[in-house]
């Protein structure tokens, strides 16, 4: 449904003299027989190679019901993510339409896991080599449920900083409780921030909230930005927007740890998950989000029980096809609502890159958040999705006029209302 294929970076940096592998590091035994499974994949990486690896697993028939886990990776990585997928047999073509052996470890594709591959949500990952687990914690009768016989994505993002070619592996343990036991599902928040902009040789903040749709038990949470992030805050926000705790903070990009809530925080329908990152950018060109490491990203993830959906990745549907959409941007610039309205049409009405777009929502000012959220959120869902005809086989702004014809009609009012706003 969205205009941008946003995909997820897992950046594991693996600067000259890691080596390869320390077994001694890396030792993690399996699950005892009947009581969970283990995840194992190995690439070796080139010499000042970047690149995306993917790998996709065959959960047992039985099913896995996960109330914990514990991943080990290679020293020096960063970041390792288990996607949930729709598909019934390993598939060899990408969502573009690209050819791609999958039959063991691969590069992802193009447009990276979640950009070249349908994903379902999430089932685990880690971002520190040795830190706690993204599962853990959880009641005894709660786990995240992965169906039997499903296809899981298991999705690195790798940078080879040295001049010699690495071994990197990667062990994941699902450890799971009997289906009979389990009374309540799990998820994982995984809310993405679509529009980040920072100019070059300067500083920017990139702000989401995210309405919170269930009652629900927050049990750990954690940030996610690249090396331009600076700062990090993710709050708890009641109804009226007001502040009713902190859940995360960080001043580092790397080596970020779950941080277990204790006790964990119950968030209730309506209340609101609020989280911003401060960048620098000593570049000499603009950065804009995006999966790789000329890019930025700003996330909040979160392990959370009952499962809802919705929230989980901030969609504006119930299900997977609206992620990250459902959210309100507040921009920290002046633009008022005339200057912004004109920048977003600017940004569609060509082949601009998609950096544009996210400058207009980043530039404006506080006061009109409602406004630029809601335009915004209607011109990169393709006019909330309702020309799927008209749009079919499009993508990011590079659209048919036929697309770009029916996205104006449904989005003009919210553009008109946009564009009547004004700044204090």
């Known amino acids: 449904m969205s205009t941008f294929r946003i995909s997820v970076v897992m950046l594991a940096v693996l600067g000259a003299g890691c080596g390869g592998a320390d077994p001694a590091v890396l030792s993690l035994e399996p699950p005892a027989p009947g009581e969970g499974v283990q995840i194992k994949m190995t690439s070796t990486l080139e010499a000042g190679l970047e690149t995306e690896r993917c790998m996709f697993y065959r959960v047992p028939a039985e099913g896995l019901y996960v109330n914990r886990q514990e991943i080990r990776y290679t020293p020096g990585s960063h970041h390792v993510l288990v996607f949930k997928t729709p598909y019934t047999?390993?598939?060899?073509?990408?969502?573009?339409?690209?050819?791609?052996?999958?039959?063991?470890?691969?590069?992802?594709?193009?447009?990276?896991?979640?950009?070249?591959?349908?994903?379902?949500?999430?089932?685990?990952?880690?971002?520190s080599a040795a830190g706690?687990?993204?599962?853990?914690?959880?009641?005894?009768?709660?786990?995240?449920?992965?169906?039997?016989?499903?296809?899981l994505l298991v999705n690195a993002h790798y940078l080879n900083a040295s001049d010699k070619a690495l071994d990197a592996e990667i062990y994941i343990n699902f450890y799971t409780i009997a289906a009979a036991q389990v009374t309540r599902e799990a998820g994982i928040f995984f809310m993405y921030d679509p529009f980040i902009r920072v100019p070059a040789?300067?500083?920017?903040?990139?702000?989401?909230?995210?309405?919170?749709?269930?009652?629900?038990?927050?049990?750990?949470?954690?940030?996610?930005?690249?090396?331009?992030?600076?700062?990090?805050v993710a709050n708890l926000l009641d109804a009226s927007g007001a502040q009713v705790q902190q859940l995360y903070?960080?001043?580092?990009?790397?080596?970020?740890?779950?941080?277990?809530?204790?006790?964990?925080?119950?968030?209730?329908?309506?209340?609101?998950?609020?989280?911003?990152?401060?960048?620098?950018?000593?570049?000499?060109?603009?950065?804009?989000?995006?999966?790789?490491?000329?890019?930025?990203?700003?996330?909040?993830?979160?392990?959370?029980?009952?499962?809802?959906?919705k929230s989980e990745i901030c969609s504006?549907?119930?299900?997977?096809?609206?992620?990250?959409?459902?959210?309100?941007?507040?921009?920290?610039?002046?633009?008022?609502?005339?200057?912004?309205?004109?920048?977003?049409?600017?940004?569609?009405?060509?082949?601009?890159?998609?950096?544009d777009f996210d400058g207009c929502v980043v530039n404006a000012c506080p006061a009109i958040t409602a406004e630029t959220s809601t335009a915004a959120r209607c011109l990169a869902s393709k006019g909330l999705g309702q020309c799927p005809t008209e749009c079919a086989g499009t993508t990011g702004t590079n659209v048919t006029a036929e697309c770009r014809?029916?996205?104006?009609?449904?989005?003009?009012?919210?553009?008109?209302?946009?564009?009547?706003?004004?700044?204090p």
């Open 201 to 232: 040789q300067s500083a920017s903040v990139a702000r989401e909230v995210c309405p919170v749709s269930k009652d629900v038990t927050l049990v750990n949470a954690q940030s996610h930005m690249h090396a331009r992030g600076v700062g990090y």
């Open 316 to 355: 504006m549907t119930d299900d997977w096809s609206g992620r990250y959409l459902g959210a309100s941007w507040i921009g920290n610039g002046t633009a008022g609502g005339l200057a912004t309205a004109a920048c977003l049409q600017a940004a569609t009405q060509t082949t601009a890159a998609m950096g």
């Open 405 to 423: 014809a029916c996205v104006v009609g449904i989005c003009t009012p919210t553009m008109m209302t946009l564009a009547a706003t004004v700044c």
């Open 249 to 309: 903070t960080t001043t580092t990009w790397q080596h970020v740890v779950s941080k277990r809530l204790d006790p964990p925080v119950q968030i209730s329908a309506g209340q609101m998950i609020d989280f911003r990152c401060s960048y620098t950018n000593n570049e000499t060109h603009a950065v804009s989000q995006g999966r790789t490491t000329r890019d930025e990203m700003c996330m909040f993830i979160g392990l959370y029980y009952p499962r809802d959906t």
């Open 132 to 151: 706690p687990p993204g599962i853990e914690g959880l009641p005894t009768d709660t786990a995240l449920k992965i169906d039997g016989g499903s296809l």
């Open 89 to 127: 047999d390993v598939p060899t073509t990408t969502i573009r339409g690209e050819t791609i052996d999958t039959s063991g470890v691969f590069d992802c594709g193009a447009n990276g896991a979640t950009g070249d591959w349908e994903v379902q949500g999430v089932a685990g990952g880690a971002q």
